[in-house]
DNA sequence: CGGCATACTTATGTATACAATCGTGTACAG
DNA sequence: CTGTACACGATTGTATACATAAGTATGCCG
């Protein structure tokens, strides 16, 4: 499996080259991947069921989520991020620590202002706490909620000042790894989530088109 | 959408109608349920990204779980409906309250040995529970896990003993939520939810078969 | 002039034909 | 007798033709 137009009509939808309330049909895509309508059919499928795409009437569209939607999303987040640390606090081999440090140091080295940089490091970063996990039910549905909001993420990265803080807090997590402390990363876990959630919050309600 | 035969795939899937290691060949299924290999392949796609279902080589194969998988989404599951009884004790409408009174007085009036029943008013309860968080998000989340599962939850509602604790603890829980108690909800919860899950653990270890 | 019915256009839902691939069995060689 | 290579069969992946239904525009009637 894994259709190559699977992916790529993915990453265009997560790159948001089609416009919210574009109908997506079935003949368009067709042309775009160079396929048959089957496998553009088939990745449809898959995007509606990760909840990326949705059926509106007839047409399938990008979905889009209110402010409402992403705060709950956020909520739920928090409450898996909080769980995913913990668990790693106790699961994570060498390894799993080894590679943690090193993304982070990569971090620390990135340009503050290149936000595609900072989302992408910061995903990497997050994906491997998960996997620290060694939990693949708790990997599947933290990556279920992160490709929801995907679109919208790259942005409190960027937010002024939010950077400097984003890097303390996982220096700080990773020695509450480090220690073997469960309920100290779990709590920096949901701390950090809460903030982002809270600056999310501030956008918005400076600016409600950020979403 | 929602065709039909996806739906009977699933309830066939569900209720072990296939042997854990018989091929799902679409011609079969297209005979089984009368349709063409379209729909076939559809309603096999969604099962396999619902974790129903997985690609084994080139044939599908209904999803069986390890010991230690069933631990692991338990776990997580845990967590899930830990923060979704807490949220519920904050959002529960008076509608939602009177559901949940209303399906465990159903289930009060059950014959204890009707294991159908049981697991039915249950997922009933548990579904309603859900609901009462008004978050999308975590509903989702928790029907995720709980189809995977599905499969093995009969076993432990008629576990010796264990209904009578079932009742009583959605009573504590009920109570709970009337008084807006969150931290309580959410405590009655995932101690509710890692007895069942030592009651798996225990049987397992008497009859590795169970699963 | 406005609303509704109806025909038409367009997109999706379904079936089937064709292509490619994977697994398997058999035959041959070492 | 065993390991490997090759060929065949079965099953899935892809393309396309056909059926159906939804959305839309137009024209007629009120």
Redesign the interface.
């Known amino acids: 499996?894994a259709s190559p137009i699977h992916q790529r009509l993915r990453e265009d939808v997560l790159a948001s080259v089609f416009a919210p309330d574009e109908p997506l049909t079935e003949a368009k895509l067709t042309e775009r991947y160079g396929a048959s309508r089957?496998p553009v059919?088939?990745a449809l499928?898959?995007l509606e069921?990760?909840?990326l795409v949705e059926?509106r009437g007839k047409a399938v569209v990008v979905r889009t989520h209110s402010a409402e939607?992403i705060i709950?999303?956020y909520?739920?987040r928090i409450?898996?991020e909080q769980?995913a640390a913990a668990k790693a606090a106790v699961k994570a081999t060498a390894l799993d620590r080894q590679l943690l440090t090193g993304l982070l140091a990569q971090m620390q080295q990135l340009d503050p202002s290149d936000g595609r940089a900072l989302a992408e490091t910061n995903r990497a970063f997050h994906a491997q706490l998960w996997r620290a996990t060694h939990?693949?039910?708790?990997i599947?549905?933290l990556e279920?909620?992160d490709q929801?909001v995907r679109r919208y993420t790259l942005t409190t990265l960027t937010y002024p000042g939010r950077w400097p803080v984003v890097l303390a807090d996982y220096a700080e997590l990773l020695a509450a790894i480090e220690g073997a402390d469960p309920g100290r990363a779990g709590d920096i876990a949901a701390r950090h989530m809460s903030e982002a959630l809270a600056i999310r919050l501030k956008m918005y309600a400076e600016d409600p088109r950020t979403l």
Chains 1, 2 share one sequence.
């Open positions: 499996m089957t059919r088939e499928q898959r069921q990760d909840g059926r939607e709950d999303i909520e739920s409450i898996l769980a939990s693949p039910s708790l599947g549905l279920r909620l929801q």
